[in-house]
């Protein structure tokens, strides 16, 4: 359509970039599906059921991406940190921390 290729062209520096930088990728396919699960939980969050509800699952969600960008495997983190909180010493629970937090041998 004609408002398709308006669009394109009034675009066209930023669509033809990575013609001049061949560091540049040609798609952002990578950045996309890091975003889905985002985007597509995004309307799933509207029915958390309550405020309290939606702060959790999002305390929750925080706790396992974290893990991940440390390089832990959410469910090992999560399943010893659940384990070891109740005897964790208060002035010691930052050690369960993703960035902290280290595998069980």
Not at 9 to 18: D, H, N, P, V
Not at 20 to 27: A, F, M, N, R, Y
Not at 70 to 91: C, E, F, I
């Amino acid at each position: 359509s004609a408002k398709a290729l308006d669009y394109s062209l009034r675009r066209w520096e930023a669509l033809t970039r990575f013609v001049d930088d061949g560091q540049l990728p040609v798609d952002n396919n990578w950045i996309e599906n890091q975003i889905r699960p985002i985007a597509i939980g995004r309307s799933n969050w509207l029915f958390a059921g309550s405020l309290r509800a939606g702060q959790r699952a999002a305390a929750v969600m925080t706790l396992i991406q974290s893990a991940r960008l440390n390089g832990h495997d959410p469910y090992a983190y999560l399943k010893d940190v659940l384990a070891r909180l109740p005897t964790q010493r208060v002035s010691l629970v930052h050690e369960l921390l993703p960035h902290r937090w280290f595998a069980p041998s």
